[in-house]
């Protein structure tokens, strides 16, 4: 599991879930854009994780991904005790952005970094960066509807 040293948020947090068919990505971000917790789990966890997640942080939504299995995994999520109130964005595009971001947050160490960026692996999947991304992209939507 991976949290930030800011383990209860004063202020609402949004959850954002990367979902797919063998794994997700998840992340709770602060509407400051704190990350407190990121991590990729089996999809099968996901539900239980997800829940375990809404009672350690105050989440006011889940931001999902609306391409792969999203109808499937919103009617799962409207199944649970407490449905959470969940919103699809746009997530075109994340897996390429959160290869970049990835080495933005765990730059490369070694002769690893001597390799053109395009050109490294990041060494474990990168859903949970995904789920920070859809995070963001939602964000910015709010942002930019308020100007």
């Not at 854009?33 to 997800?50: D, G």
């Not at 889940?62 to 699809?88: C, F, H, Y």
Request: net charge negative; proline share 9%; aromatic share 8%.
């Amino acid at each position: 599991m991976s949290t930030s040293s800011f383990d209860s948020p004063d202020q609402p947090v949004v959850l954002g879930f990367d979902p797919g068919r063998q794994k997700c990505g998840l992340a709770v971000v602060g509407l400051d854009r704190s990350l407190y917790y990121h991590q990729v789990v089996p999809a099968e966890a996901a539900i239980a994780t997800i829940a375990e997640l809404r009672q350690q942080f105050p989440i006011s939504m889940i931001v999902m991904g609306n391409q792969t299995s999203a109808n499937e995994w919103k009617q799962r999520l409207a199944e649970t005790a407490d449905p959470p109130r969940v919103v699809l964005v746009d997530e075109r595009y994340t897996s390429l952005e959160a290869r970049e971001r990835y080495w933005q947050m765990y730059p490369p160490r070694g002769l690893s970094r001597l390799l053109p960026q395009g050109m490294r692996t990041p060494p474990r999947p990168i859903d949970d960066i995904v789920a920070i991304l859809l995070i963001e992209r939602y964000l910015e939507q709010l942002t930019n509807s308020l100007s």
